[in-house]
């Protein structure tokens, strides 16, 4: 039992790390994505290598896994990011698919569809979580930073970010250079946890994944998308002994908050102290007022 | 003639590829977001025609009518209840991408959990035999008809946007909704009317794509991920590019498949769409539209 503890909660920092990513990319700099499995799949495959044939370090592999994934968003960031709106989208979701497609076809270093067994099960559970501190730490950093104001700015408005002097399509590009590079590092802890890869693991279903528990936990909030990795997986996970209806569940949960919260759990609000306070004190005001107003009336 | 064949072929999976494209283009057309659930829409038609087949023993052309209505209905009860507390609710159409994406989780396995995931095939009701073309080419008479019946229908459209109060007004909307509205137009009965529409395409397409392949809850996101490509080359929201889009797909798919390899068959698909937009950011036909200070 403890064991299956250990693994939900290894699994949830993998998914915390790719929401992370996707976070950056949908949440701060406001590009909606549906190919970031992609990236999950070439850090996955490339730890997976690694580790297996050329017997490196896991910590190295998994770091090489983010570095290939980051590179390779970089390259394609640059010419398909100039699109805007849902044609990215949509160039997205190929770009994912062809990822993908390229691993099942290309036997001889991937194995092809059949997947990719036997791999060192290094992600322990203390190892995803050291990860997923250390880099949810630095996407605060990053987040905060004056590239984090630059994102945002390119989010907000566009051509006036690009008035004020912001290299607008550098910073689209950096963003998902990053993210890349956060998907790919949540793919090769992935491969640790499964010692197991196959293709259609990161297909269109898991890219739409990972972007549906970035918006239903709030665009902009690095804790919101940590809490809608959290629910999103937990969902999917205490259901599993009814696995029929668990993926019912799970898109009926999405359909229901986001019709009756669209802005997602947190908003763009973070999780801090502050924001805490605010919400007892808001609640305590209201009561208050009730108070005063119902006895204004009986006076 | 092996590649008159091949070209037969690919248009006819393009023009279903194309009743797909068309009713996911008019949807973006009005609310300007890519509607995720199209899929679910024709899978509900597609199982609808087939227990009318199975189980309640009618003929194709009844059972073909109840599945073009049960999906369009099914499709205006979806937007009834998911789309438009939202769209009500706040502008960005975002959120209404993610809602659709949940919407198309959910028909998805509703019939994962209520009939199973298994492979069904429709009982043989459209002719399947080999016509010989003029001596020209062998083709089988299913894919003919396909491809006339999806001509057929795309002419209906077509006649329908351009001959009807309803039309002018969708293709008001598509210029600017907001306007339409202002001008007098019921935008809730419209826009009702746009995915009652949408349904009835996708389960035109759906049948067809049950009959040519099988039928399974799943179909719907394949497919659909295709008709989506399709619309982007042609340029979103443009109905003539979902069309031509749609049989460059087709086309690009056979030839692929004949001709090289059928595992290579989606590589090209994708290839053609990235190489499209790098020329062509805003696809083939679709408005450049440039942003306002």
């Known amino acids: 039992m403890q064991g299956y503890v250990a693994g939900i909660i290894t699994l949830l920092a993998i998914n915390c790390i790719a929401a992370l990513g996707v976070s950056l990319f949908t949440g701060f700099t406001g590009i909606f994505t549906l190919g970031h499995a992609g990236y999950m799949a070439i850090g996955a495959y490339t730890a997976a290598i690694l580790t297996f044939k050329y017997s490196v370090h896991f910590i190295p592999a998994i770091i090489c896994g983010g570095l290939l994934a980051m590179i390779v968003a970089y390259l394609i960031g640059i010419p398909t990011l100039k699109l805007v709106g849902d044609y990215y989208t949509i160039a997205s979701l190929g770009l994912g698919e062809a990822i993908r497609l390229i691993i099942e076809n290309w036997e001889s270093v991937t194995r092809g569809a059949r997947g990719f067994p036997g791999i060192a099960p290094y992600t322990s559970l203390p190892v995803a979580l050291v990860f997923l501190i250390i880099m949810a730490v630095a996407m605060f950093f990053i987040v905060n930073s004056s590239y984090g104001r630059a994102f945002k700015a390119c989010r907000d408005d566009y051509v006036a970010a690009s008035l004020l002097g912001f290299n607008t399509a550098h910073y689209r590009v950096l963003s998902l250079a990053v993210s890349g590079f956060y998907c790919g590092v949540s793919g090769a802890l992935l491969a640790g946890f499964m010692s197991f890869v196959q293709p259609v693991m990161f297909d269109m279903a898991k890219s739409t994944e990972l972007v549906s528990v970035v918006v239903f936990g709030g665009l902009g909030s690095i804790s919101g998308s940590l809490i809608g990795a959290t629910i999103l997986t937990l969902v999917t996970e205490l259901f599993r002994p009814i696995s029929q209806y668990r993926m019912l569940i799970y898109g009926l949960v999405l359909v229901f908050v986001m019709v009756f919260r669209p802005e997602g759990i947190m908003g763009t609000n973070e999780l801090t102290l502050n924001y805490i306070k605010n919400i007892f004190s808001a609640k305590k005001k209201a009561s208050e007022f009730d108070r005063r107003t119902t006895d204004d009336c009986a006076s | ?293």
């Open chain 2, 1 to 293: 003639m092996d590649i008159i064949q091949q070209l037969i072929n690919g248009l006819s999976v393009g023009s279903v590829y194309a009743l797909i494209a068309v009713g996911y283009s008019l949807v973006y057309s009005v609310l300007l977001f890519s509607n995720f659930a199209h899929g679910g829409f024709l899978v509900i038609g597609g199982y609808i025609c087939y227990f009318a087949l199975r189980s309640w023993g009618m003929n194709i052309y009844m059972a073909s009518f109840a599945a073009l209505i049960g999906a369009g209905l099914s499709a205006v009860l979806v937007e009834r209840v998911a789309y438009r507390p939202i769209r009500e609710r706040t502008p960005i159409t975002l959120y209404l991408l993610i809602v659709s994406m949940g919407i198309s989780i959910v028909i998805e396995n509703i019939f994962v959990v209520t009939i199973g995931g298994r492979f069904r095939a429709l009982p043989p009701v459209i002719p399947m035999d080999p016509v010989n073309l003029f001596g020209f080419a062998t083709t089988s008479a299913f894919d003919l008809l396909s491809l006339l019946t999806a001509v057929v229908f795309l002419i209906g459209l077509q006649l329908f946007l351009v001959k009807t109060k309803w039309g002018l007004a969708i293709r008001a909307a598509s210029y600017n909704l907001k306007t339409a509205g202002l001008m007098g137009v019921n935008v809730n009965r419209l826009i009702g009317i746009v995915f009652f529409v949408a349904g009835l395409l996708a389960a035109v397409g759906g049948i067809f794509l049950s009959a040519r392949y099988t039928l399974y809850p799943q179909l719907g996101s394949t497919i659909t991920t295709k008709a989506f490509v399709a619309a982007v080359i042609g340029g979103l929201g443009s109905l003539p590019g979902a069309v031509i889009g749609s049989l460059i797909l087709g086309l690009a798919e056979m030839l692929t498949a004949g001709f090289i390899s059928s595992q290579f068959r989606d590589l090209v698909v994708f290839a053609i769409l990235i190489l499209t937009l790098i020329m062509r950011p805003t696809g083939l036909f679709g408005k450049s539209v440039g942003e306002k200070v």
